[in-house]
Protein backbone atom coordinates (compact mmCIF):
# COMPACT_ATOMS: atom_id res chain seq x y z
CA UNK A 1 0.00 0.00 0.00
CA UNK A 2 1.50 3.10 -1.30
CA UNK A 3 1.14 6.13 1.10
CA UNK A 4 1.58 9.44 0.60
CA UNK A 5 4.69 11.65 1.18
CA UNK A 6 4.31 15.76 2.27
CA UNK A 7 6.23 18.73 1.97
CA UNK A 8 9.50 18.25 4.10
CA UNK A 9 10.16 14.49 3.30
CA UNK A 10 13.37 14.66 1.56
CA UNK A 11 12.48 12.39 -1.12
CA UNK A 12 10.34 14.75 -2.49
CA UNK A 13 13.67 17.08 -3.30
CA UNK A 14 16.02 14.26 -4.91
CA UNK A 15 16.74 13.88 -8.72
CA UNK A 16 14.96 10.83 -9.93
CA UNK A 17 16.57 7.68 -11.58
CA UNK A 18 15.70 6.75 -15.13
CA UNK A 19 13.80 3.52 -15.46
CA UNK A 20 15.45 1.06 -16.55
CA UNK A 21 12.86 -1.87 -17.49
CA UNK A 22 8.92 -1.88 -17.25
CA UNK A 23 8.19 -4.54 -14.51
CA UNK A 24 4.82 -6.12 -13.23
CA UNK A 25 6.03 -4.63 -10.05
CA UNK A 26 6.24 -1.22 -11.72
CA UNK A 27 3.05 -1.64 -13.37
CA UNK A 28 0.93 -2.26 -10.39
CA UNK A 29 2.31 0.89 -8.83
CA UNK A 30 1.21 2.92 -11.65
CA UNK A 31 -2.44 1.54 -11.09
CA UNK A 32 -1.90 2.12 -7.36
CA UNK A 33 -1.14 5.82 -8.26
CA UNK A 34 -4.10 5.88 -10.41
CA UNK A 35 -6.42 4.83 -7.48
CA UNK A 36 -4.97 7.20 -5.10
CA UNK A 37 -5.26 9.85 -7.67
CA UNK A 38 -8.33 9.35 -8.37
CA UNK A 39 -9.35 9.06 -4.34
CA UNK A 40 -8.03 12.20 -3.62
CA UNK A 41 -9.57 13.88 -6.58
CA UNK A 42 -6.73 14.94 -8.20
CA UNK A 43 -5.38 15.28 -11.68
CA UNK A 44 -1.01 13.69 -11.37
CA UNK A 45 1.12 12.10 -9.21
CA UNK A 46 4.41 11.48 -9.20
CA UNK A 47 6.84 8.66 -7.96
CA UNK A 48 8.23 10.42 -5.40
CA UNK A 49 5.08 11.60 -3.53
CA UNK A 50 4.74 8.55 -3.21
CA UNK A 51 8.54 7.50 -1.56
CA UNK A 52 9.37 6.13 -4.83
CA UNK A 53 12.40 7.98 -6.47
CA UNK A 54 11.91 6.99 -9.81
CA UNK A 55 10.97 8.79 -13.25
CA UNK A 56 7.56 7.67 -13.67
CA UNK A 57 4.10 9.50 -12.96
CA UNK A 58 0.67 9.06 -13.82
CA UNK A 59 -1.96 11.97 -14.88
CA UNK A 60 -5.53 12.74 -16.24
CA UNK A 61 -6.72 14.87 -18.71
CA UNK A 62 -9.80 16.50 -16.51
CA UNK A 63 -11.38 16.81 -19.91
CA UNK A 64 -11.27 14.21 -21.65
CA UNK A 65 -10.48 12.02 -18.67
CA UNK A 66 -7.81 10.08 -20.57
CA UNK A 67 -4.99 8.67 -17.95
CA UNK A 68 -1.42 8.95 -19.08
CA UNK A 69 0.94 6.72 -16.86
CA UNK A 70 4.09 7.83 -18.52
CA UNK A 71 7.88 6.37 -17.76
CA UNK A 72 10.59 8.05 -18.19
CA UNK A 73 8.69 11.73 -19.39
CA UNK A 74 10.77 14.26 -21.30
CA UNK A 75 9.50 17.80 -22.26
CA UNK A 76 11.36 18.53 -25.09
CA UNK A 77 9.56 22.01 -25.88
CA UNK A 78 8.23 24.81 -24.03
CA UNK A 79 6.43 27.08 -25.48
CA UNK A 80 7.19 31.11 -25.31
CA UNK A 81 3.56 31.89 -24.26
CA UNK A 82 2.75 31.87 -20.58
CA UNK A 83 0.01 31.76 -18.62
CA UNK A 84 -1.27 31.91 -14.66
CA UNK A 85 -3.34 29.44 -13.19
CA UNK A 86 -3.50 28.54 -9.54
CA UNK A 87 -2.12 25.18 -8.79
CA UNK A 88 -1.94 22.81 -5.34
CA UNK A 89 -0.47 19.81 -4.80
CA UNK A 90 -1.37 16.67 -2.83
CA UNK A 91 1.79 16.63 -1.12
CA UNK A 92 1.79 20.63 -0.13
CA UNK A 93 -1.58 20.71 2.30
CA UNK A 94 -2.29 23.44 5.05
CA UNK A 95 -3.83 22.63 8.54
CA UNK A 96 -6.99 21.50 7.34
CA UNK A 97 -4.98 18.53 5.41
CA UNK A 98 -6.21 19.90 2.16
CA UNK A 99 -3.92 21.04 -0.76
CA UNK A 100 -2.88 24.56 -1.05
CA UNK A 101 -3.23 26.39 -4.00
CA UNK A 102 -1.07 29.82 -5.66
CA UNK A 103 -0.50 30.80 -9.06
CA UNK A 104 2.00 29.99 -11.08
CA UNK A 105 3.29 31.20 -13.98
CA UNK A 106 4.03 28.07 -16.40
CA UNK A 107 3.99 27.83 -20.40
CA UNK A 108 1.03 27.47 -22.03
CA UNK A 109 1.68 24.35 -23.96
CA UNK A 110 4.99 21.80 -23.97
CA UNK A 111 5.99 18.77 -26.36
CA UNK A 112 6.21 15.81 -23.85
CA UNK A 113 8.02 12.29 -24.99
CA UNK A 114 7.72 9.12 -22.65
CA UNK A 115 7.46 5.43 -22.34
CA UNK A 116 3.85 4.00 -22.32
CA UNK A 117 2.99 1.07 -19.60
CA UNK A 118 3.20 -1.26 -22.87
CA UNK A 119 6.84 0.18 -23.57
CA UNK A 120 5.34 2.10 -26.74
CA UNK A 121 7.11 5.14 -27.23
CA UNK A 122 4.95 8.31 -27.28
CA UNK A 123 4.63 11.67 -27.99
CA UNK A 124 2.18 14.53 -27.58
CA UNK A 125 1.95 18.59 -27.64
CA UNK A 126 -0.11 18.80 -24.93
CA UNK A 127 -1.47 22.57 -24.07
CA UNK A 128 -3.50 24.14 -21.26
CA UNK A 129 -4.48 22.04 -18.10
CA UNK A 130 -2.26 18.86 -19.29
CA UNK A 131 0.35 20.87 -20.43
CA UNK A 132 0.52 22.39 -16.78
CA UNK A 133 -0.33 19.02 -15.31
CA UNK A 134 2.57 17.06 -16.88
CA UNK A 135 5.12 20.44 -15.87
CA UNK A 136 4.09 20.06 -12.31
CA UNK A 137 4.79 16.31 -12.20
CA UNK A 138 7.53 16.38 -14.39
CA UNK A 139 8.90 18.81 -11.49
CA UNK A 140 8.61 16.38 -9.12
CA UNK A 141 10.92 14.04 -10.66
CA UNK A 142 14.16 16.70 -10.38
CA UNK A 143 12.89 17.53 -7.17
CA UNK A 144 10.95 20.72 -7.58
CA UNK A 145 7.66 21.69 -6.31
CA UNK A 146 5.36 24.16 -7.21
CA UNK A 147 5.95 26.53 -4.67
CA UNK A 148 9.93 26.91 -6.12
CA UNK A 149 8.23 28.38 -8.68
CA UNK A 150 6.47 31.26 -6.62
CA UNK A 151 8.09 34.98 -6.00
CA UNK A 152 9.94 35.04 -2.63
CA UNK A 153 7.21 36.52 -0.47
CA UNK A 154 4.35 34.27 -1.48
CA UNK A 155 6.37 31.25 -1.50
CA UNK A 156 7.30 32.22 2.49
CA UNK A 157 3.25 32.68 2.92
CA UNK A 158 2.42 29.44 1.07
CA UNK A 159 5.32 27.57 3.01
CA UNK A 160 4.01 29.23 6.29
CA UNK A 161 0.83 27.14 6.13
CA UNK A 162 2.16 24.10 5.40
CA UNK A 163 4.80 24.35 8.59
CA UNK A 164 1.49 24.95 10.70
CA UNK A 165 0.29 21.62 10.02
CA UNK A 166 3.17 19.88 11.23
Same mark, same amino acid.
Given at each position: ?11 ? /?????? #? ?17 ? /? ?10 ? #? ?52 ? #?????? #? ?20 ? /? ?34
Amino acid at each position: MLQMKLCGDLVL /RQKCAP #VSEITPDLLAVLDEMVEMM /RAQNGVGLAAPQ #VGISSRFLVMMDPDSEVVYRMINPNITSFSEDTCVLEEGCLSVLGNDGLPIYAN #VTRPQS #VIVEWTDEHGAQKKAQMSGIPA /RIVQHEADHLDGKLFVDHLPAVRREMVMRKVKKRK
